[in-house]
């Protein structure tokens, strides 16, 4: 329910954290920002702010959608607000969703930089009443994959520090790739520090910037061990090799092809939103399922079902930056993961198969199948994911932005 600025909230002696997110808030997947924001509430005050809707992608949302609340939509003028109740023991966290903003990610760099200038503005507008109003002052800024409004609006809000949490590679996201590297570098340039959730994004920012960190991200591990708990088994057992995701241009659509066709004998479930074409050739088999998008709390019941778990990833220069929440999302429910070295997971290695060619990568499924309910492995698997969990995350990432508030701010 949204609520007004104007009311006044009675303060208390917890730091403040704005969070500049490019993810909204909910959805129908996991995010790590939202992950860590519900922990960090345990030691913060927080504002949650998404990033701002554009005209264009309201206007396709009315067309596809309800016209009338499109039309609303495109005619909103103030930030709509929303309280987010927490575990016992945490604040509840405040979702700021800003006003439409003009679209601008194909613009030319000049032009780009004028409106998003006043954008920004608009975003400010929406915001500072809500920090007035939580009584929040010299926040501390986590910018999460926001280097551009981080930018414009750097020194906007009287913070104390600012920290840029980097998840993914934007210089190969087709939505920024335009704009989002070269403004990425001039922000890293004014934060206080930079956390990376990979090898691979750690690798490049910290040769950007001396105080960089690398938190890998983590797992809701209460939610996932749901799984590991075997439904009934069937009369008639058949393999279930699965994957859960979003199903975009990452898959290795010729690998899994390959291993679909060589094992008629199993059974495929793919869950997930399918964002790439390629990937709905795999419905043309008859033991092959593709459920499409579920909320993050039926995944456990999904994953109760399979007896494999797949990461099948090409290796580009967008996967080499991830660290999948799949992987510990995975091995908390207890499953045997197959994955290709698309990325650094050698802190996994142990409890994962990590195959470089086509036939590794059949083979290590094969023999995970004939590996069947190791009581053991699968005990290991639990125990590392156990030890993976947000909290434990977050805890690095609380040191981090700690360590800032003792610094002098950034210019």
Not at 34 to 58: F, G, K, N, Q
Not at 371 to 389: F, H, L, P, T, Y
């Amino acid at each position: 329910m949204a609520e007004s600025p104007r009311s006044s909230v009675s303060s208390c002696n917890a730091p403040s954290l704005l969070v500049l997110a490019t993810p909204d808030w909910s959805g129908d997947y996991m995010k790590s920002t939202v992950a860590l924001t519900r922990e960090l509430a345990a030691s913060y005050r927080v504002l949650y702010v998404e990033h701002p809707p554009t005209y264009t992608s309201l206007g396709r949302e009315a067309l596809a959608g309800a016209l009338a609340d499109g039309v609303r939509a495109l005619g909103r003028r103030r930030a709509r607000v929303r309280r987010v109740d927490t575990a016992t023991g945490r604040n509840p966290i405040h979702v700021l969703t800003p006003p439409p903003a003009w679209p601008m990610n194909r613009l030319p760099a000049a032009l780009y930089d004028r409106v998003l200038a006043r954008n920004a503005q608009r975003v400010r507008r929406a915001v500072q009443p809500w920090l007035d109003k939580l009584s929040m002052t010299s926040p501390v800024v986590l910018n999460a994959l926001n280097p551009h409004y981080g930018l414009a609006l750097a020194g906007a809000f009287d913070e104390q520090s600012r920290v840029y949490y980097c998840f993914d590679e934007l210089r190969a996201r087709d939505w920024n790739g335009r704009h989002g590297g070269r403004l990425e570098d001039r922000y890293v340039q004014r934060v206080d520090a930079v956390i990376s959730s990979s090898p691979g994004l750690h690798e490049r920012l910290s040769a950007q910037h001396d105080a960089a960190y690398l938190v890998p991200n983590g797992v809701n591990f209460s939610l996932f061990n749901r799984a590991a708990d075997p439904a009934p088994a069937p009369a008639d057992p058949v393999p279930c090799i699965g994957y859960v995701g979003s199903l975009g241009d990452r898959i290795d659509v010729d690998l899994v092809t390959r291993l679909i066709e060589m094992h008629p004998e199993w059974q495929f479930r793919f869950v997930g939103r399918i964002t790439a074409s390629p990937v709905r050739r795999l419905d043309r088999y008859d033991h092959v399922t593709l459920t499409g998008p579920t909320s993050p709390e039926a995944l456990p019941d999904e994953m109760r079902r399979m007896d494999v778990g797949l990461i099948p990833f090409v290796r580009t220069d967008f996967t080499r930056s991830i660290y999948p929440l799949k992987a510990n999302e995975y091995l908390a429910a207890g499953l045997p993961v197959v994955t290709t070295a698309f990325a650094d997971l050698s802190d996994l290695q142990g409890v994962l198969s990590i195959a470089r060619t086509e036939s590794q990568f059949i083979e290590a499924v094969e023999a995970a199948v004939r590996e069947g309910g190791n009581d053991e492995r699968r005990r290991q698997r639990i125990e590392v994911a156990s030890a993976n969990r947000w909290r434990h995350r977050a805890a690095d990432v609380r040191t981090v932005l700690d360590r800032t508030r003792t610094a002098v701010p950034s210019a």
